[in-house]
Nanobody
Framework: QVQLQESGGDTVQDGGSLRLSCAVS????????MAWFRQPLGKGREGVAA??????????KYHDSVKGRFTISRNNAANILYLQMSSLTPEDTAAYYC???????????????????WGQGTQVTVSS
């Protein structure tokens, strides 16, 4: 059974940095599209960053609000997806989820409907 397990969430001050990790089991993270989503308390889930498979050259896509601040990447050997976040603001406060598609021939979209497997989430809180 495919499992995604996020970690790295914490409380940081405005302007701080964090790196989230998503450990993938029973599936190859490099062979499909993967993404990070977030959901602020009481709001809907939004796509933050996505990466395509190795076969489609690891293309990335970012939400406009995080461009230049967040970086999505993978450690293929360890089967881990990362989200490096910097210049964090209180507006980044949310539960963050990683997600995986099924199969390599996908586009790195930020639509939650395109993803099949989901983690349980990790909380990021940015204090002002």
């Amino acid at each position: 059974q495919v499992q995604l397990q996020e970690s790295g969430g914490d409380t940081v001050q405005d302007g701080g940095s964090l790196r989230l990790s998503c450990a993938v089991s029973e599936y190859s993270a490099s062979m499909t599209c993967m993404a990070w989503f977030r959901q602020p308390l009481g709001k809907g889930r939004e796509g933050v960053a996505a990466i395509s498979s190795m076969l489609t050259h690891n293309k990335t896509k970012y939400h406009d609000s995080v461009k230049g601040r967040f970086t999505i990447s993978r450690n293929n050997a360890a089967n881990i997806l990362y989200l490096q976040m910097s210049s964090l603001t209180p507006e980044d406060t949310a539960a963050y989820y990683c997600a995986a598609d099924r199969g390599p021939w996908c586009n790195p979209n930020l639509d939650a409907n395109d993803y099949v497997f989901w983690g349980q989430g990790t909380q990021v809180t940015v204090s002002s």
